[in-house]
Each structure stands twice: as C-alpha cells, then as structure tokens.
C-alpha cells in the first residue's frame, strides 16, 4: 500500500443472504401449503410419480436444449442468486475516483501499492493491473468490455435454462395428466385405480404450474437484475481503468461515471 495512502482499500462485495429473494419463496410457499393444510387431507397431495414426472421430466428436456455442464451451472448460479454479493454503485465510483486521483498526484507506478487490497475485486484488479503494466487506455478498455460481454453472456445463457424450464415444467404436469387419464380409462373395471390415477393427472398440472410460476420464472427474473447490477459495477470499474491508462482528468472521469450510475447513485466526489 503507497506511503502517502495510508488508508485506502476497496470494499469488496459482501455477501449475504437476499432475503428478498428468500422471504418471497417462503411466503409463496407458505400460502399454498396453508391453503392445503386448511383444506385438509395434506397427504393428498404427495404423490412420487408426480414429482418424478414433473421434476425429472423438465430437468432432462431442459438438459437437451443445452447441456450438462450448463445446466450444472445454473444450479450454481441460482446458489448465488440466493447468496447475492451486494456491491454499492456510489462506492464503487468513489474508490474508482480514489485510484484516479493518486495516479494523477504520483504517477501509474504509485498504483502497485493498491493493487493488494483490489484482490477482492478481480475484474478491477485485472484492469488496473494492466494499466500499471503499462498498457494503453483503449487496450484496456477492450479487453476488459470482453471480459465483461463474456460474463453477461453467461447470465443470459443461465437465464435461458431457467425460462426453458419454466416453460417445459407446465407440459411435463400436461403429460403426466395425460398419463395418469389414460391409467385411469384404462383400468375403470377396477374401482381401486381410479383414485390414484387421478391423483397422478391433476398433481402433475399442479406441480408444473408451482414450478413454473413459483420457482423457474422467478428465479429467471432475480438473476437478469443482479446481471443488470454487476454489469453496472463492471462498467463502473471498466471506465476507471481505462480513463487511468489515458491519464485523463479524475475530473472528467466523475462527469462520466455519473452518466452510467443511477440518479439517486451519482457522486459529488471533487465538490
């Protein structure tokens, strides 16, 4: 860390739990199973080939449509999406403004000091460390802004999985109910079967449409926003390396950073 900076580190994203996210899935939950309970017969609405036709089925379809390693990373994904790292957009300009400031007073090299307490923000870490390795402002903002499309496309792609299944969840609890008519139809000499088939053709819709509407979708939907915030960041972060390799004004870097952030996010940091 440089001698005459003494106190400067960047806040690195925090994570925590999104209770938004959390607290949504359990009061939706928690109304349809209450709903059940109140309704009575709780048990009638667990049924195993239901939930191996609906949930088995729809992982599998939505498999074909990608593939294994992609799917396995929306799982991933979505563990994030609960666990969200929260980053301020504010803070991020201030710290951004903060290395473009002392570049200004003491030079590129001045940065190698900071670079350290960057380590828990890599994307920040690697655009500043290639301006201290001298590289030029426009080659840094370059492959930077590849980095940063890359990662947004592998959001997408994860969103894509989720909207997939979102959409195959409903026909799965279609095929199942088709299933469970044509065991019923097919077996009305025995008086037995006809209940349990039933069962099987109406949880089935049910299960699609809980999934579908309750998880997948909704799931889809928190996913592109945090996307939409860490873009934010990136690019916050993307337009500070790439001012610094063009030793261009702090002051001038703030006038931009302000016209990317939020109203209610923009700094008065040299006021």
Known sequence: MADSEPGFQVTA???????ATVLGLISGFGLVI?????GGSP???INPPSVLIVIGG???????CYSIPEVLHTFRVVMKTVFYSARDP?????????VAEMARKQGVLALQGVLEPMQGEPFLHKGMSMVVDGTPGEEVEVIMRRDM?????RHVK??????KAAEFAPAMGLIGTLIGLVQMLGDLNDPSTIGPSMAVAL???FYGAVLANMVFSLLAAKLERNSAEEAMISNVYLMGAASIGRQENPRRLEMLLNSVLPPSKRVQYFD
């Open 13 to 19: 994203a925090k994570s925590s739990m999104d209770f």
């Open 203 to 205: 949880l089935t819709t």
């Open 58 to 64: 729809t992982l599998a379809i939505t498999t074909i």
């Open 43 to 45: 048990e009638s609405f």
């Open 90 to 98: 504010s803070e991020a300009a201030i710290q951004v403004l903060q």
């Open 34 to 38: 209450s709903a059940i309970v109140l």
């Open 149 to 153: 499309n890359a990662t947004i496309q």
């Open 158 to 163: 994860s969103t894509g999985v989720l909207r």
